[in-house]
């Protein structure tokens, strides 16, 4: 045997034993973990056409076919959710995908559940089920920023990524994940900073760290919907059309993604104020990604105003905890406290 021949066959032995333990490493009787997955669509199943490409058209099944190589690392079946861009998701979809996951967790067959699904919206899916799910076990989100048809498609190191996190024991006991240019993020700090890029995740600091579990969050089993909720965007000279047509549609909270520290521009803070002693919720949080809005220290005095301060969560993040708080209460203080706590335990 040559120099060169041992030690390629040296290196195939170590690949060959590497993966093995990773296959290996949930398992009590010599099989392979279990992982269902829920396929929502995203350009990880998109498709090109003559001006670019379209998301959510390619199935699953497909998918799969092009990354050969996971079931050396668990027993994977899966369904067809849904197939559809991210831009459209919605709480119509994310009620019935939550209770589908607790359900696949529930039947004591899955060790983990992976969802495919566009990046756009994937922070905002990840948060809902974060605070919707109550099992320990792994699930991750796994989209792609190139269509399934590209030569240098990303969606299948992606999914091979998210199918070797989901069987590693520390998955279990987690956030909500999601993986995306190779790498896991946790549901509260992840979200999408770049339009274009393979790698297009960031994390925020959070306030509250809260895995999925029998404790936390909010149980929608008996909900066939969510509370209206709108977004406000605020920008020098901004109008109080969009904050007026929202609170004349009877929305039950408007969350204002407001300049710098959270803030509002005079003719917003009198009608955001005379909503909120109307009964609509008026959340404050910032169109700024860092740094966070907080009661302390700012130029809002949410305490006589009646606002709520996000804390750490963005505009769209806030709107998912206020529509799932609005399910349980109206209590102001209740609220608060789930915006600068977490939902656990109550
Ligand atoms: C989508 O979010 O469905 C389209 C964009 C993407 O997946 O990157």
Redesign the pocket.
């Known amino acids: 045997m040559t120099h060169k021949f041992k030690f390629l066959a040296f290196l195939s032995l170590a690949v060959l034993l590497s993966t093995a333990s990773w296959s290996r490493e949930k398992t009590y009787d010599g099989s392979l973990p279990k992982v269902h997955i829920i396929a929502t ?4 199943a998109g498709a090109s056409t003559d001006i670019g490409y379209d ?2 058209k390619v199935s699953i099944e497909t998918i799969l076919q092009a990354v050969p190589g996971l079931t050396q690392y668990a027993e994977l079946d899966y369904e067809q959710f849904c197939n559809i ?3 459209d998701m919605n709480e119509q979809i994310w009620l019935p995908l939550a209770k589908r996951v607790n359900q696949v967790l529930a039947c004591g067959h899955y060790d983990a559940v992976l969802i495919t699904h ?4 994937m922070e905002e899916t990840a948060f809902f089920l974060n605070l919707t799910v109550h099992n320990p076990k792994p699930v991750i989100l796994v ?3 190139r269509p399934s048809d590209a030569v240098d498609a990303d969606g299948p190191s992606n999914l091979l990524k998210a199918v070797q996190t989901a069987v590693k024991p520390d998955a279990v006991g987690k956030e909500v994940m999601c993986c995306l240019g190779g790498r896991i993020y946790e549901a509260g700090a992840a979200f999408k900073n770049d339009t274009h890029s393979l790698d297009p995740v960031s994390e925020t600091s959070v306030d509250w760290y809260l895995p999925h579990n029998a404790a936390t969050g909010f149980f929608i089993e008996d909900l066939q919907e969510l509370p209206e909720v709108g977004i406000v965007y605020g920008y020098g000279s901004g109008s109080t059309t969009a904050l007026e047509a929202f609170v004349n549609a009877g929305y039950k909270g408007v969350v204002f993604a407001g300049v710098g520290d959270g803030n509002l521009n005079r003719a917003a803070l009198d009608l955001a104020g005379r909503a909120a002693k109307n009964g609509t919720v008026i959340v404050r949080s910032s169109r700024i990604p860092y740094g966070g809005v907080y009661t302390e220290g700012g130029e809002v005095d949410d305490e006589r105003l009646g606002f709520i301060a996000s804390g750490s969560l963005s505009p769209q993040k806030s709107r998912i905890l206020l529509m799932l708080a609005l399910t349980t209460t109206r209590d102001i203080g209740t609220i608060r406290s789930y915006f600068r706590h977490g939902v656990s335990e109550r």
């Open positions: 669509g995203g350009t990880i998301a959510g861009g991210s831009q566009g990046t756009d919206t989209g792609a920023m």
